[in-house]
């Protein structure tokens, strides 16, 4: 008799368990489907309450917690995920991204080397680390760092980045004529920089595209005002 009762309990326990799962993933995908950030991350606050081990649960919270600048709780769920997946290069590179806009130095410089252990040719973990370097005033490192960012030519913002970074660099070492090339670099590689393209001559009609309306107004506004942008020579662009 205690053995039907006790198997009945274990079987009782196990779909209670898959049931659980379930719901766990059917919030996960509700918030995958949702467009509204502030319910995407209700959703997965409910699939990680039904499941605390849903290491893609976390992940994909932290994403919005970090573009929300909710740096420390997007470090404590990219802290989750790599106890959860050790070996998962974004969550590292993701968490050390969070170090550096906080301006954790030491811990950023820690996870992206982690994520080069894992991944030696990601540009970003180069470029993101260089910067890192750069701000602790580590300029031979940061200078090997961009320079392989830019190397390994990975999307146009990575490189951009770095050439920023690498101008930076070039600049606190009084090398201003490098500075400039590597600034105007950036300039043509980042859709960020299309109105100070056109201040700086390398302009293209494709631009425009990228630009949108705000974008054209506000060059339209520029060019009949003749407002200056100038280059950004000391102030951090990355």
């Known amino acids: 008799m205690r053995k039907i009762v006790l198997g009945t309990l274990i079987c009782l326990w196990l779909s209670t368990a898959v049931a659980w799962g379930q719901d766990a993933l059917d919030y996960y995908h509700r918030g995958l489907k949702s467009s509204v950030t502030s319910t995407r991350i209700d959703y997965f606050n409910k699939a990680l309450q039904l499941n605390p081990n849903l290491a893609e649960a976390y992940e994909k919270r932290a994403i919005h917690y970090y573009f929300q600048r909710h740096y420390d709780r997007a470090i404590e769920d990219y802290t989750r995920v790599i106890d959860l997946r050790p ?22 410089i820690n996870d992206f080397s982690r994520v080069l252990e894992l991944d030696p040719r990601l540009a970003s973990a180069h470029g993101y680390r260089a910067e890192a370097y750069r701000l ?10 961009a320079n392989m960012a830019i190397e390994l030519k990975g ?7 770095a050439h920023a970074t690498r101008a930076k660099l070039y600049q606190e070492l009084g090398r201003q004529d490098l500075a400039d090339s590597d600034f105007k670099k950036s300039f043509e590689l980042d859709p960020r920089y299309v109105i100070l393209r056109y201040f700086y001559g390398t302009f293209r009609l494709e631009d425009v595209s990228r630009m949108g309306l705000v974008g054209i107004v506000g060059l339209l506004f520029v060019g009949i005002f003749k407002l200056g942008l100038t280059i950004p020579r000391k102030k951090d662009q990355n």
């Open 87 to 108: 070996h998962r290069s974004e969550a590292h590179r993701l968490r050390g991204m969070s170090f550096l806009r906080k301006g954790e130095l030491d811990r950023a």
């Open 136 to 145: 602790k005033g580590m300029a031979e490192e940061a200078m090997r760092d």
């Open 155 to 161: 999307d146009l913002r990575t490189v951009a980045n």
